[in-house]
């Protein structure tokens, strides 16, 4: 199959690639571009773990082609904090032990980065709905849901 | 990568889609969210040629009223932009209640208003919201135009009326008569899943407050959405009454529907969700009638 060259802006850096058609967005970051911090679960939609930005909307990127990246701005896990210097939002999990594993952490965090920019002051029912797409099989919501209060505390508006 | 191998193309223009479909025939497939047909690549199940891609087409993408007062949404608009728009809540507060429940934000912000009709998955809520809201599909191949009623759309289980050049192109909505009330009630394991079964009401009042309209549309509970026929022979003409929505329920659940067994759910399991939703459903739908919202 022939290969599509591609531009994509991925946290704020550019890259020019050329992809074959059937190259998930997922496979492209973590393959091509070595930002394996986007994990892969179900690769069918369900879990929630490979959530990214996609011109800033959280979406699957195991539903979407890098060849329909093109063009497109995305931001990853990768676009948060370093370990030394935590984004307010990991700071939270990681008071509130909202993660075990960390295989679905980044699916989450994705997630709750726009959430918390739409809804500064979240309601816990509010934030059950915001995460009712991510599947976290270790850690229990409920510590999750503590951490996304906190980091609502701590985020600056 | 998990799909089979297939070519790519990415049309800007409407025109240009249905010359390339025209094209490609059974080879072709329109990508529209890929929330449906991406699972089913990744899983191999679909194994199409050629995908068309509608995403760089943004002539597709829009909700705007029409001349009789209804609106008219374009194929590829999102199901979140439709969610969140106010002038669809405020004339079809049908679709304020039943977008949250489909999927989760993530898929409603790529999955589309359009691909989800053109999809006709028996368990999925727009195909049967359709049908309640009676909408109107216009529909476009390169040699020909068309309108079909949501009613005629559906032929089976992930089946239309749709040929393979076809593409869907607007969904129009008639605006609801006035004393119209709606309600949506569905059962489903968790927010965001498939429903074990559901029900979508859309009922008019006329000024003696006998019902003249009841569309009373029964989801993943058979081939296909399932519209009633006994809700409108018993309903229509009469007094809205408890014991009619109750006649109604059991009827429906002893033979209008033909639910099958899954893992999460029995086919009687099922046909008792569908009795006391139908009968749900109507007591608040003709409760919002009355109110006129
Ligand atoms: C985890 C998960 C949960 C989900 N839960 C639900 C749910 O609870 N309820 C629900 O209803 N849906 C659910 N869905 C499905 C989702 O809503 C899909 O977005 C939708 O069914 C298909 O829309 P799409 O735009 O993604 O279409 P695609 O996946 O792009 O296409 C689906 C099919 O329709 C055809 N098609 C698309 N557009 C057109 C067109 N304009 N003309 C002709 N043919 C066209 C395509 O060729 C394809 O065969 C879920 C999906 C996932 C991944
Ligand atoms: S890997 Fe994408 S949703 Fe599970
Ligand atoms: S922390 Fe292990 S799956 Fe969530």
Known sequence: ?157 | MKPVPFNYFAPTSVEEALDKLAELGYDGKILAGGQSLVPAMNFRMARPGALVDLNNIPELAYIKPTSEGGLAIGTMTRDSKVEHDPKVIEMFPLLGEVMPNIAHAQIRNRGTFGGSIAHADPAGQLPAISIALDANLFIQSKSKERWVKATDFFTGPFMTVLDPDDMLVEIVLPPHLPHTGSSYQQVSRQRGGYAQAAVASVVTLDDQNRCKEARVVLISVGDTPILSARAKEILVGQKPTAEAFKEVAQAIAANEIDPATDIHATADYRRHLVEVLVERSLTIAFDRAKKGV
């Open chain 1, 1 to 157: 199959m022939d290969k599509f060259p591609i531009t994509v802006n991925v946290n704020g850096v550019r890259y020019d690639r050329a992809v074959e058609p059937r190259l998930l967005l997922s496979d492209f970051l973590r393959h091509d571009l070595c930002l394996t911090g986007t994990h892969v679960g179900c690769e069918h939609g369900i879990c929630g773990a490979c959530t990214i930005l996609f011109d800033g909307e959280p979406v699957r990127s195991c539903l979407i082609f890098a060849v329909q990246a093109n063009g497109h701005d995305i931001r990853t896990v990768e676009s948060l904090g370093s370990t030394e210097n935590l984004h307010p939002l990991q700071e939270a999990f990681h008071e509130k032990h909202a993660l075990q594993c960390g295989f679905c952490t980044p699916g989450f965090l994705m997630t709750l980065i726009p959430f918390l920019e739409k809804h500064p002051k979240p309601t816990e029912e509010e934030i059950r709905e915001a995460i009712d797409g991510n599947i976290c099989r270790c850690t229990g919501y409920e510590n999750i849901i503590q951490a996304v209060k906190l980091a609502s505390e701590k985020m600056p508006r």
